[in-house]
């Protein structure tokens, strides 16, 4: 029998964005792609990582767009930054580099999502909603090796020292890359329910994203790479 539910009466509301890349016209291309989307809306741009941080500690948009390569900060330190000053707010990755340091060394900063530059429209905007629900936007292929690498040398730590079981079983869910209404049928649990666990796992985790909470249960021996 599922928990109680409650009708979803949810209306989309307004992602607000902060563009962050050193080419006025990579930044002039995007915002017009993403402020084309009724529900998108661009407060800012920056071009450089500390303009990022002024500009998102000024601003406070839900999703960042960071770039990795720019002069001065670059994207891996401004993420690092945001993130530790604005735990909530969701850094999407866009680039044009897929090395393995890249994504490592920007997932470990605290980024949501990873995608690149030659990513189909379809994609960008999908991982722009996905990380500002706070959901993954890995390709599966980086998915994999970001599981494989944080899962080696782990220390487990008992995890009922920060989340309940319930908490636990809905991040393991979670791992596999299932949606917040699979997670639910697996669970046999509302979709509501399974939002207000995800909430209080990032509450008390100290994150913003699936991306992060997984992460966190991965390095902490809680969630076995293997059996996703």
Do not use: C
């Amino acid at each position: 029998m599922h928990e109680a539910d409650t009708t979803e009466t949810d209306t989309p509301q307004t992602i607000k964005l902060l563009l962050v890349d050193d080419h006025p016209v990579v930044r002039k291309g995007t915002r017009e792609l993403l402020e084309g989307e009724s529900d998108l809306t661009v407060l800012g741009e920056a071009g450089n990582g500390e303009e990022a941080i002024a500009q998102a500690r000024a601003l406070r948009p839900d999703v960042i767009l960071m770039d990795v390569s720019m002069p001065g900060m670059n994207g891996i330190e401004a993420t690092k930054a945001i993130k530790a000053e604005h735990p909530s707010i969701g850094v999407l990755v866009l680039t044009s580099y897929d090395d393995d340091a890249y994504v490592f060394a920007l997932l470990e900063a605290g980024a949501a999502g990873y995608l690149l530059k030659n990513a189909s429209e379809d994609d960008l905007l999908g991982a722009v909603r996905a990380v500002a629900a706070g959901e993954s936007a890995l390709h599966p292929s980086i998915a994999r090796k970001v599981l494989e690498r944080f899962s080696v040398s782990t220390t487990p730590t008992p995890p009922e020292d920060e989340l309940s079981l319930r908490e636990l079983e809905v991040l393991r869910v979670a791992a596999t890359g299932r949606t917040n209404k699979e997670i639910a049928r697996d669970l046999d649990i509302s979709p509501r329910t399974v939002q207000v666990h995800l909430a209080n796992i990032f509450s008390k985790l100290g994150v913003g994203s699936r991306t992060e909470a997984v992460l966190h249960g991965i390095k902490r021996g809680w969630i076995d790479p293997k059996t996703l």
